[in-house]
């Protein structure tokens, strides 16, 4: 079972990581750089999580495996770069599989760490979606979770499952699984309906 | 006494969410990008601090209010942006009471947690600047406290009298409400006057 | 020898604040932005692997020498900007210097710690680059150390040694001399040979 999550964790930084060296090969950064993004596009939520919760050393930090998944993502994509970017639309669908899985799993130790309901949630949604936004701040670009697709919500949906769940003494593996489920389709159903959150045109408001 | 305390934490924390929520609706972020951008320029100078000072679950991760009081600035501000904006005059001056707020309820804490006297005024002024820079470092912009008006003097000052009345055994009530007066106070002649930090051209020096 | 090591390593704080105060200058910032950056580029790195390794509060927190070293260099690069600017190969190998024992100084401490070998070389490697990549993030540009040049790596070689040397049982001030002669050297052979990494054109690639 421990081995189960662990394997399914590292599976999630993995997609994570190719994210993060796509955007990086996309910036021309160099080989140092595409590593560096896939590191912190695969831990940075997990990390943030860690450090808010006081689960240190953060697990990324503590475990090479987390590197080692993180590395091969980046050379991966360094190497074979026109079929990452020809792969988008499986990748997508791979990243809402991992955004659902870093949910579930983020909430889950936010409980196990006496977090409160709200709180827990909040850091669920944030193992899922803190990756991303640090491999955008690094490339100088407003996070695209920021202003993008309905991403966060799906990450909210799951993680509010598991909290929910804890509250009632469900089963935790049911109430992970509902999450990570509920958490998957609604971002599948945004990427293919292309749903959006609503923004106010602040210039037509000047 | 400790229940006026996170009565005027969560002010400063919703005072400080609006300006995060106006920038987000500024730069087009979404209804979820706004709300992050409140809780960011609402929390983030006081978890940087608590994190630094070893205060694990930070404040605004334990206790759900802090994420109440950012979310309903944030959405107060998406809902009647046009009047938040016409506001800013006020806005400005209430940010300076949350700076004030935050400046000196930082240095305080630093101190509780056995921080020496320079580092205590140091985390007092981080406290108050943050979550603002954060903010900008979000939108992709340099932040404004660095190259804009005195408003880091102002956080230092207030700081620096708390932390001076601890050396002098002052009453701490006294030497907190002078350091809040004195950074509120400046804060708003700094506005008032135009009054700006120097900086060099080095343009005219290339 | 305790205070050989204080001393060395407020020396390379120093010399990284100088390249964080130039960086601020050039941007315009004031006199606070420019101290800001001072510190942030002298201090982020270690500061960042302390909060990863649970040593709180941080030494650069915890101790108000490496403000005040960071203050220094801020002010001497506002006050002497020209000159500053002028000594740009010297202040090349001096960073080189800095980034050597940063390097070593970091992965010794993660060792410390407790941590692994390959995540002890990523800290090391991270106590060298951090408060470069904040400084550059401060001013929203991608960190250079990201695109350009051999930088990491030597980071990389020299923490290397300093983990390989730990796991033979090498006495300490060997290994870590040797570890930070090589980083140093391979840093000065970079600048002169001007050695890059590699990086994909992925314009050509669309």
Same mark, same amino acid.
């Given at each position: ?10 599976? /999630? ?17 160099? =080989? ?20 808010? =919760? ?6 990324? =930090? ?43 799993? /983020? ?24 990756? /991303? ?22 990450? =909210? ?21 509902? /999450? ?27």
């Amino acid at each position: 079972m421990h081995t189960l999550i662990l394997v399914l964790d590292l599976a /999630g930084t993995f997609v994570f990581a190719l994210s993060g060296a796509a955007v990086a090969v996309k910036y021309r950064l160099d =080989i140092f750089g595409v590593l560096v993004l896939a590191f912190a596009a695969g831990n940075a939520g997990g990390v943030t999580r860690d450090l808010l =919760i006081g689960a240190v050393p953060p697990a990324a =930090i503590d475990d090479w495996r987390y590197l080692a998944v993180s590395v091969g993502a980046g050379v991966v994509t360094f190497a074979w770069y026109p079929h990452v970017e020809r792969a988008r639309v499986p990748l997508l669908v791979l990243d809402a599989g991992g955004l659902a899985l870093f949910a579930v799993a /983020g909430a889950q130790k936010a409980l196990v760490f006496g977090l409160n309901p709200p709180m827990a949630i909040l850091l669920g949604m944030l193992t899922g979606i803190g990756g /991303g936004m640090l491999r955008d701040v690094l490339v100088s670009e407003i996070p695209t979770v920021l202003r993008a697709e309905l991403y966060a919500v799906a990450a =909210i949906a799951g993680a509010s499952v598991v909290v929910l769940g804890d509250r009632l003494d469900l089963p935790p593996t049911a109430a992970t699984l509902i /999450g990570a489920a509920l958490c998957f389709g609604l971002r599948v159903v945004a990427i293919w309906r292309h749903w959006r959150l609503p923004s106010r045109d602040s210039a037509a408001m000047g």
